[in-house]
């Protein structure tokens, strides 16, 4: 089992940046790839950015892409989602998560929450108008 936690959530203003961290512990050696997802009030979890750890392939959705940037450092098992141009529609809960139980045949399929293995409690993000 591999334990995450993320931080750095928060309140910022319209056009400002955030960067959001995600510890891992535990089986880390197990991980094939991780990803973050989002969820506001009212709408489903969101898909917003995955990395491949064996390639660092990484992927997001149309909507993101640009703004979001995923990283990590291997030093800390730390993987870090940078979020610049904040919009108030960024507004939601960040979860990662974890893919353990075996590649995955393309990075497009870390787009859905039923591939990971392992979650973070989460870190609310507020962007203010």
């Known amino acids: 089992q591999v334990q995450l936690v993320e931080s750095g959530g928060g309140l910022v203003q319209a056009g400002g940046s955030l960067r959001l961290s995600c510890a891992a512990s535990?089986?880390?050696?197990?991980?094939?790839?991780m990803g973050w997802f989002r969820q506001a009030p009212g709408k489903e979890r969101e898909f917003v950015a995955a990395?491949?750890?064996?390639?660092?392939?990484?992927y997001y959705p149309v909507s993101v892409k640009g703004r979001f940037t995923i990283s990590r450092d291997n030093t800390k098992n730390t993987m870090y989602l940078q979020i610049n141009s904040l919009k108030p529609e960024d507004t939601a809960v960040y979860y990662c998560?974890?893919?353990?139980?075996?590649?995955?045949?393309?990075?497009?399929?870390?787009?859905?929450?039923?591939?990971?293995?392992?979650w973070g409690q989460g870190t609310q993000v507020t962007v203010s108008s």
């Open positions: 990395a491949v750890w064996s390639s660092g392939q990484t």
């Open positions: 535990g089986r880390t050696f197990s991980i094939y790839g």
């Open positions: 998560a974890a893919r353990r139980r075996a590649p995955l045949y393309t990075i497009r399929h870390y787009d859905t929450a039923a591939n990971y293995d392992d």
